[in-house]
C-alpha cells in the first residue's frame, strides 16, 4: 500500500479556491425608481421685513415699533390668528460715515423680520398686499406647503418602489431572466418643491386636484399651482 503526501502548499491552494467559491454573491440587479406626486398646497407661509434707520438709535427703534404694530394689526384683521404670526428679534446694524469706523457713526438700521402662516392660500395675494401696505418694507419670501406632507411622501416612496421592480423586471426579461426576492432597499432623496407664476401682485394659480404622476428619472413640467412631493428607491433583487 502506497502513501500519498500531499504538499500542504497544494492543500491551501485547494481550500482557497473552496473558501472563494462559497464567498461569490449570486446574481443579482440593482435598479432606482423615481416618482412625483403633485399636490394643492393648503397652508402658506410668508416672510416679511422691516426696516428703518435714523440718526438716532432710539428713534431708528421707535420708527420700528410703530411699523411692527402696524403690521400685526393688519394681518390679524385679515382674520389670521395672533399664534401663526412669528417676530423675530430685533437687529441693530450701524452705519458709518465712511469705511472708517473712526470717523463716527451716521445713524442706525432696525430691522425685524415676521413671519405669517397662512391657512387660506386663497387669501395669499391679499396678505401681500396688506403686508407691503402697512409696515412691511420687505418680502423676504413664501413658501407653499401641504399638512398632509407625510401621506404623499409616503404614496410616492411606494409608487418609487413599485417603479423600481418595474424596472428590474423590463431588464431582466431582456437578459432572459427573472427577478426574485429582494435582497437591499435604500432610500435616496426626497422632498418638495413648488411651482407658481406671475408677479407678486399678480399671482397666477392652478387649481388642479390631486394628481399622481408617473415615475420619471427626468424632471417634469410642473403644473402651475401646485406642490411636488418627490421620492426615489434603490432596490437590488436576486436575479435567477
Known sequence: MRTFVVPAAFLMLILSALIARADEAPPSISTNGESIVYVTPDEVIVSFGIETFDADLDKAKALNDERAAKLVQAVKSLGIEAKHIQTD???IE????????????AGYFARRAY???LKDVKVFEKLIDTGLKNGANQLQGFTFRTTELRKYRDQARSMAAKAAREKAVALAKELDCTVGR???ISEGYEGFFGSYSGRMN?????AVQFTPAPASEEMETMPLGQIAVRAQVSVTFDLK
Open 89 to 91: 428679534n430685533l437687529m
Open 94 to 105: 450701524l452705519s458709518y460715515r465712511s469705511n472708517r469706523p473712526w470717523e463716527g457713526i
Open 115 to 117: 413671519s405669517v402662516t
Open 182 to 184: 429582494p435582497r437591499q
Open 202 to 206: 399678480m399671482m397666477s394659480q392652478n
